[in-house]
Protein backbone atom coordinates (compact mmCIF):
# COMPACT_ATOMS: atom_id res chain seq x y z
CA UNK A 1 0.00 0.00 0.00
CA UNK A 2 1.38 3.67 -0.46
CA UNK A 3 0.10 7.14 0.74
CA UNK A 4 -1.36 9.87 -0.87
CA UNK A 5 0.94 12.81 -1.95
CA UNK A 6 -0.38 15.99 -1.92
CA UNK A 7 0.59 18.95 -4.12
CA UNK A 8 1.49 21.46 -3.53
CA UNK A 9 3.33 20.91 -0.51
CA UNK A 10 2.49 24.80 0.93
CA UNK A 11 0.57 27.43 -1.00
CA UNK A 12 0.14 30.88 0.31
CA UNK A 13 -3.18 32.87 -1.31
CA UNK A 14 -4.40 36.29 -0.44
CA UNK A 15 -7.78 35.82 1.22
CA UNK A 16 -10.73 35.86 -0.97
CA UNK A 17 -8.98 34.24 -3.40
CA UNK A 18 -9.57 30.41 -4.14
CA UNK A 19 -6.97 27.15 -3.00
CA UNK A 20 -6.82 23.86 -5.09
CA UNK A 21 -4.77 21.28 -3.78
CA UNK A 22 -4.48 18.01 -5.48
CA UNK A 23 -4.02 14.26 -3.98
CA UNK A 24 -2.36 11.08 -6.30
CA UNK A 25 -2.21 7.74 -4.93
CA UNK A 26 -1.46 3.93 -6.77
CA UNK A 27 -3.78 1.71 -5.70
CA UNK A 28 -7.44 0.85 -6.49
CA UNK A 29 -9.76 2.92 -3.61
CA UNK A 30 -13.63 2.14 -1.53
CA UNK A 31 -13.05 6.48 -1.15
CA UNK A 32 -10.78 9.12 -0.67
CA UNK A 33 -11.52 11.51 2.39
CA UNK A 34 -9.83 14.61 2.91
CA UNK A 35 -9.20 16.11 6.44
CA UNK A 36 -8.20 19.50 7.53
CA UNK A 37 -5.62 19.97 10.77
CA UNK A 38 -4.96 22.97 12.79
CA UNK A 39 -1.71 23.80 13.81
CA UNK A 40 -1.24 21.74 16.80
CA UNK A 41 -4.79 20.09 17.23
CA UNK A 42 -6.50 16.69 15.67
CA UNK A 43 -7.61 16.19 12.07
CA UNK A 44 -10.96 17.65 11.04
CA UNK A 45 -13.18 15.51 8.32
CA UNK A 46 -14.25 17.26 5.31
CA UNK A 47 -15.46 15.58 2.64
CA UNK A 48 -15.27 12.00 1.67
CA UNK A 49 -16.08 11.03 -2.62
CA UNK A 50 -16.88 6.99 -3.40
CA UNK A 51 -14.54 5.24 -6.10
CA UNK A 52 -17.81 5.58 -8.15
CA UNK A 53 -18.70 9.39 -7.46
CA UNK A 54 -16.55 12.44 -9.88
CA UNK A 55 -17.54 15.23 -7.84
CA UNK A 56 -19.01 16.17 -4.62
CA UNK A 57 -19.84 19.53 -3.16
CA UNK A 58 -19.86 20.85 0.73
CA UNK A 59 -20.15 24.32 1.56
CA UNK A 60 -17.20 26.12 -0.05
CA UNK A 61 -15.35 22.64 -1.02
CA UNK A 62 -15.84 21.04 -4.06
CA UNK A 63 -13.84 17.68 -4.40
CA UNK A 64 -12.86 15.85 -8.07
CA UNK A 65 -11.84 12.25 -8.00
CA UNK A 66 -10.54 10.68 -11.20
CA UNK A 67 -9.89 6.72 -10.66
CA UNK A 68 -8.27 6.32 -14.20
CA UNK A 69 -5.79 8.85 -13.43
CA UNK A 70 -5.58 7.86 -9.71
CA UNK A 71 -5.90 11.71 -8.36
CA UNK A 72 -8.09 13.81 -6.48
CA UNK A 73 -8.69 17.42 -6.23
CA UNK A 74 -9.77 19.92 -3.34
CA UNK A 75 -10.68 23.09 -3.82
CA UNK A 76 -11.88 26.02 -1.33
CA UNK A 77 -13.56 28.59 -2.84
CA UNK A 78 -13.82 32.38 -1.69
CA UNK A 79 -10.63 31.68 1.19
CA UNK A 80 -10.85 32.99 4.69
CA UNK A 81 -7.85 33.00 6.94
CA UNK A 82 -9.65 30.74 9.31
CA UNK A 83 -8.95 28.32 6.46
CA UNK A 84 -5.47 28.52 7.33
CA UNK A 85 -3.95 24.75 8.19
CA UNK A 86 -2.95 22.02 6.60
CA UNK A 87 -4.80 19.49 4.76
CA UNK A 88 -4.64 15.86 4.12
CA UNK A 89 -6.07 13.21 1.55
CA UNK A 90 -6.80 10.03 2.65
CA UNK A 91 -7.33 6.88 0.95
CA UNK A 92 -9.43 4.06 2.03
CA UNK A 93 -7.25 0.99 -0.23
CA UNK A 94 -9.93 -1.96 -1.19
CA UNK A 95 -9.34 -4.57 1.08
CA UNK A 96 -7.16 -2.64 3.73
CA UNK A 97 -9.40 -1.76 6.22
CA UNK A 98 -8.30 1.56 7.41
CA UNK A 99 -7.13 5.02 5.89
CA UNK A 100 -3.53 5.57 4.08
CA UNK A 101 -2.93 9.34 4.79
CA UNK A 102 -0.86 11.75 2.57
CA UNK A 103 1.69 14.40 3.28
CA UNK A 104 -0.69 16.90 3.35
CA UNK A 105 -0.32 20.92 1.80
CA UNK A 106 0.26 23.66 4.40
CA UNK A 107 -2.34 26.52 3.23
CA UNK A 108 -1.86 29.92 4.89
CA UNK A 109 -4.31 32.58 3.46
CA UNK A 110 -3.34 35.89 4.03
CA UNK A 111 -5.98 38.25 5.32
CA UNK B 1 -22.34 14.22 20.97
CA UNK B 2 -18.90 14.35 22.99
CA UNK B 3 -15.60 13.95 20.76
CA UNK B 4 -12.59 11.80 21.14
CA UNK B 5 -10.66 12.29 24.37
CA UNK B 6 -7.17 11.91 25.03
CA UNK B 7 -4.93 12.49 27.86
CA UNK B 8 -2.49 13.78 28.38
CA UNK B 9 -2.36 16.54 25.50
CA UNK B 10 1.60 17.05 26.24
CA UNK B 11 4.26 14.94 27.43
CA UNK B 12 8.36 15.33 28.17
CA UNK B 13 10.31 12.09 29.13
CA UNK B 14 14.17 11.54 28.32
CA UNK B 15 15.11 8.82 25.98
CA UNK B 16 14.62 4.92 27.74
CA UNK B 17 12.32 6.32 30.02
CA UNK B 18 8.30 4.96 29.31
CA UNK B 19 5.15 6.57 28.82
CA UNK B 20 1.68 5.62 28.04
CA UNK B 21 -1.17 7.62 26.55
CA UNK B 22 -5.23 6.99 27.06
CA UNK B 23 -8.12 7.42 24.42
CA UNK B 24 -12.11 7.39 24.84
CA UNK B 25 -13.58 7.06 21.62
CA UNK B 26 -16.74 8.14 20.88
CA UNK B 27 -19.71 6.20 22.60
CA UNK B 28 -20.29 3.20 20.33
CA UNK B 29 -17.73 3.39 17.92
CA UNK B 30 -16.82 0.09 17.61
CA UNK B 31 -13.06 0.62 16.11
CA UNK B 32 -10.21 2.42 17.29
CA UNK B 33 -7.47 4.01 15.68
CA UNK B 34 -4.15 5.11 16.92
CA UNK B 35 -1.53 7.24 14.51
CA UNK B 36 1.84 8.19 14.77
CA UNK B 37 2.38 11.89 13.16
CA UNK B 38 5.49 13.05 13.14
CA UNK B 39 6.35 16.88 12.24
CA UNK B 40 5.78 17.48 8.96
CA UNK B 41 4.20 14.33 8.17
CA UNK B 42 0.88 12.86 7.56
CA UNK B 43 -0.38 10.18 10.24
CA UNK B 44 0.81 6.56 10.41
CA UNK B 45 -1.42 3.99 11.62
CA UNK B 46 -0.07 1.84 14.60
CA UNK B 47 -2.68 -0.04 15.08
CA UNK B 48 -6.35 -0.70 14.66
CA UNK B 49 -9.03 -2.21 17.37
CA UNK B 50 -12.84 -3.73 16.33
CA UNK B 51 -14.19 -3.58 19.61
CA UNK B 52 -11.47 -5.62 22.18
CA UNK B 53 -9.60 -7.26 19.01
CA UNK B 54 -6.39 -6.13 16.99
CA UNK B 55 -7.14 -5.58 13.65
CA UNK B 56 -4.22 -4.25 11.91
CA UNK B 57 -0.62 -4.07 13.90
CA UNK B 58 1.69 -4.28 11.08
CA UNK B 59 2.94 -0.64 11.56
CA UNK B 60 3.45 -0.94 15.22
CA UNK B 61 6.95 -1.53 16.63
CA UNK B 62 5.95 -3.85 18.88
CA UNK B 63 10.03 -4.43 20.62
CA UNK B 64 8.84 -1.55 22.58
CA UNK B 65 4.81 0.04 21.67
CA UNK B 66 1.61 -2.01 22.95
CA UNK B 67 -1.57 -1.10 23.20
CA UNK B 68 -4.84 -2.64 24.65
CA UNK B 69 -8.62 -1.91 24.08
CA UNK B 70 -9.96 -3.62 27.34
CA UNK B 71 -13.73 -4.04 27.39
CA UNK B 72 -13.83 -2.40 24.03
CA UNK B 73 -14.40 1.22 24.71
CA UNK B 74 -11.00 3.01 26.03
CA UNK B 75 -7.33 2.34 24.46
CA UNK B 76 -4.05 2.68 26.33
CA UNK B 77 -0.53 3.34 24.05
CA UNK B 78 2.46 2.40 26.02
CA UNK B 79 5.86 3.06 25.13
CA UNK B 80 8.35 1.00 27.13
CA UNK B 81 11.79 2.06 26.33
CA UNK B 82 11.06 5.52 24.51
CA UNK B 83 13.85 6.32 21.80
CA UNK B 84 14.56 10.11 20.31
CA UNK B 85 12.72 9.19 17.06
CA UNK B 86 9.23 8.73 19.19
CA UNK B 87 9.07 12.31 19.82
CA UNK B 88 5.87 12.68 17.69
CA UNK B 89 2.24 13.58 18.16
CA UNK B 90 0.29 10.85 18.87
CA UNK B 91 -3.47 10.49 17.34
CA UNK B 92 -6.17 8.79 18.63
CA UNK B 93 -9.29 8.34 16.06
CA UNK B 94 -12.58 6.22 16.39
CA UNK B 95 -15.06 5.66 14.00
CA UNK B 96 -18.11 3.15 13.09
CA UNK B 97 -17.35 -0.17 12.40
CA UNK B 98 -16.24 -0.87 8.55
CA UNK B 99 -19.21 -2.08 6.54
CA UNK B 100 -17.96 -4.52 3.61
CA UNK B 101 -14.69 -3.52 4.01
CA UNK B 102 -15.08 0.40 3.26
CA UNK B 103 -13.61 2.42 5.87
CA UNK B 104 -16.12 5.36 7.32
CA UNK B 105 -15.26 8.91 8.31
CA UNK B 106 -12.61 8.80 10.98
CA UNK B 107 -13.11 11.27 14.76
CA UNK B 108 -9.99 12.53 16.15
CA UNK B 109 -9.07 12.92 19.34
CA UNK B 110 -6.85 16.21 19.50
CA UNK B 111 -3.45 14.16 19.89
CA UNK B 112 -0.89 14.01 22.20
CA UNK B 113 2.39 15.60 21.81
CA UNK B 114 5.38 13.62 23.39
CA UNK B 115 8.87 14.55 23.11
CA UNK B 116 11.67 12.22 24.13
CA UNK B 117 14.86 14.29 25.29
Known amino acids: SQQGEEDPQALSIQEGENATMNCSYK?????LQWYRQNSGRGLVHLIL?????REKHSGRLRVTLDTSKKSSSLLITASRAADTASYFC???????????FGTGTRLTVIP | EAGVAQSPRYKIIEKRQSVAFWCNPI?????LYWYQQILGQGPKLLIQ????????DSQLPKDRFSAERLKGVDSTLKIQPAKLEDSAVYLC???????????????FGPGTRLTVL
Open chain 2, 93 to 107: ASSTRPLAGITDTQY
Open chain 1, 27 to 31: TSINN
Open chain 1, 49 to 53: IRSNE
Open chain 1, 90 to 100: ATDESGANNLF
Open chain 2, 27 to 31: SGHAT
Open chain 2, 49 to 56: FQNNGVVD
